[in-house]
């Protein structure tokens, strides 16, 4: 499949959205991660990032919009906790789950009775939503189960190779995303909001706003469909040390001597006073706090995955603060293994 690639420049943005009229797909930045789009109104084409992705039709699609009014839109219903938490965080990376319109095409809902939606604040994602002046269908710009692309590189070794090649795709250039985690998802559709997915906006700020939020009954019905299956996960095995620094620190100098995780093959993506204490070879510095780490996850897996001669992976994280918890929650995902001290 050809990926080609635009400038975030009025004549890019412009192409992008004629791009999307015309039933393509178009890779663009969001301050998440990159998103991979269609017209949110065109069935077919939605159904070709289903394609792309090798993502499964039971795992639905979030809706991109300009603003809440477009979002209410799409909804059957705008209950007070949409209206709330839209207007204290909107633009920016929180997505809402309400109840849909008919009129939402059933691929984007995964044939759920509910819609995913989210207005973004990225000025690119902004201006291609303009463009557009439809909902913009949009997932990570991944192959499904892969970590998510973070700048317009990520995306495109992600999604060029010789699979669907009837399908075109445009990928707009916009930088890195600056937050580097997907929107943190809730369900306001009935009852108390659930937190479905821990994201780019901490959990504590939306409690601040309506309340503690629940969590998805286990065993119940599916609420988001997509946390069932394998994610983020790089093709080299993971191991995640959920550990704080010291115990983190003294298990590297263990086992990198040892058979276990041998530093000669073995890559390390850890907090930059980790990263410096353990004097692996293979390394990226997730930073010195959450939101560097955030920004700094998909891309270091992914560096540390193309790195030759190794052929295993450890990450070190365990901090639940801000952002913090969604490194956690992709980190676990990830991982093959989660070793705690
Ligand atoms: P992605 O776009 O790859 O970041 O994934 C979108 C996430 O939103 C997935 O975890 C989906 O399962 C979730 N999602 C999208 N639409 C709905 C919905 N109607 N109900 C519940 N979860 C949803
Ligand atoms: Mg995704």
Redo the contacts with the bound molecule.
């Keep these: 499949m050809a990926v080609t690639r635009l400038a975030a420049s009025d004549e890019g943005v412009r192409r992008a959205g004629a791009a999307l009229a015309a039933g393509d797909l178009v890779a663009f930045p969001t301050e998440t991660v990159y ?1 991979l789009g269609a017209d949110g109104t065109n069935p077919r084409a939605v159904a070709n990032i289903y394609r792309v992705k090798g993502r499964p039709a039971d ?4 809706l991109h919009v300009a603003d809440a009014a477009a979002a209410e839109a799409l909804a059957r219903e705008w209950p007070d906790d949409a209206r709330r938490l839209a207007e204290r965080f909107w633009p920016g990376p929180l ?1 809402l ?1 309400v109840p ?1 319109r008919a009129a939402v095409p059933a691929v984007v ?2 044939g ?1 009775d ?3 939606v989210r207005c973004p604040s990225h000025p690119v994602a902004r201006r291609l939503l303009a463009a557009a002046g439809v909902p913009v269908a ?3 710009a991944n192959r499904s189960g892969h970590p ?1 692309p973070t700048t317009a590189e990520g995306v495109a070794r992600a999604l060029g190779g010789p699979t669907t090649p009837d399908v075109t795709v445009w990928l707009v250039d916009g930088g890195p995303s600056s937050i580097g985690v ?2 943190t ?1 809730v ?1 306001v559709s009935g009852g108390r909001p659930l937190l ?2 821990p994201g780019g906006l901490p959990t504590t700020a939306i409690e601040g706003v309506v309340g503690a939020l629940g969590t998805p009954a286990a065993g119940g019905p599916a ?5 069932r299956y394998r994610h983020y996960a790089p093709d080299r095995p993971l191991v995640l040390l959920a550990m704080d620094p010291e115990a983190a620190v003294a298990a590297l100098a263990r086992e990198g001597a040892r058979d276990r995780w041998p530093k000669a093959r073995s890559g390390l993506l850890a907090p930059r006073r980790i990263v410096e204490a353990a004097g692996w070879p293979a390394a990226v510095s997730l930073g010195d706090s959450p939101h560097e780490a955030a920004a700094a996850l998909f891309e270091g897996l992914m560096t540390l995955d193309r790195w030759p001669g190794l052929d295993r992976l450890v990450a070190v994280w365990n901090n639940q603060e801000g952002v913090g918890g969604a490194v956690m929650d992709r980190l676990e995902r990830a991982a093959a293994e989660v070793v705690q001290a």
Excluded: F, K, Y
């Design positions: 998103g795992n639905p699609l979030i997505t789950v849909a809902r995964g759920l509910t819609v995913a949009a997932p990570s998510s997907e929107s998802v369900d479905l997915r609420r988001s469909p997509g946390m």
